[in-house]
């Protein structure tokens, strides 16, 4: 138990961990070898994102179409304003935006199956809201937080690990360097969630709006 920071560690749930460890390690391997492109990765994630956002409707009723729709439009307008901080920063790293629609269609198609069973899965629970949040919303929460310190992140050390890259790996190096300090913060903030308790988790699930 880590008490300064008041994470109890111990109650870390490595199944969380492991699978978000193992995403990002196929992901980082795609980026070594030029099949993913930085930007195709954050479509992929701010997707996720908007998703999770239209697909939590199905489990609070009390939400109306009209608040999910606008949840929907917010979540677009923060994704679009992420999006276009770690572009600018990509560009400045020497990258190359640009996306294979092959590559892309197929990750999408992948990304909307496994959200889909996600949220089948969770229907099929006893409490589908918990079930929900769990296997979603706190993925959700890393994503978006991830990608709030991804942007001051990769403004310094990103571009450092760029930087070194260049020199073994010129055409990836923007790509693999900035996707790596993502990735890594993304870990990490997956394990720190995980240490949750069910009763924290439970009170998310009751109201996981800011609004």
Partial sequence: MFVASGIQWHMMKPRMV?????????????????????????VLWLLELVLVSA?????????????VFFDVLKML????????????LYLGAR???GLEPAAVLLSVGLLVLRM??????????????LAWADAALMRAAALLIGLFLGVFACLLPGLYVVGALHYVLPTVAADLGLGMVLL???VGLVAV???????????????????
């Fill in 18 to 42: 492991i699978n978000e460890g193992i995403q990002a390690s196929l992901a980082l391997l795609s980026l070594a070898f030029g099949v993913m492109t930085l930007p195709t990765l954050l």
């Fill in 95 to 97: 990258g190359k935006v």
């Fill in 193 to 211: 969630l995980s240490t949750m308790s069910e009763a924290e988790l439970r009170q998310i699930a009751g109201n996981p709006y800011l609004s």
């Fill in 116 to 129: 889909a069973m996600i949220a089948r899965d969770a229907k099929a629970e006893k409490n589908p809201a």
């Fill in 77 to 88: 307008a923060l994704c679009a304003f992420l999006a276009a901080f770690l572009i600018a």
């Fill in 184 to 186: 890594a913060i993304q």
């Fill in 55 to 67: 697909l939590s409707g199905v489990f609070y009723p009390a939400r109306t179409r009209r608040r």
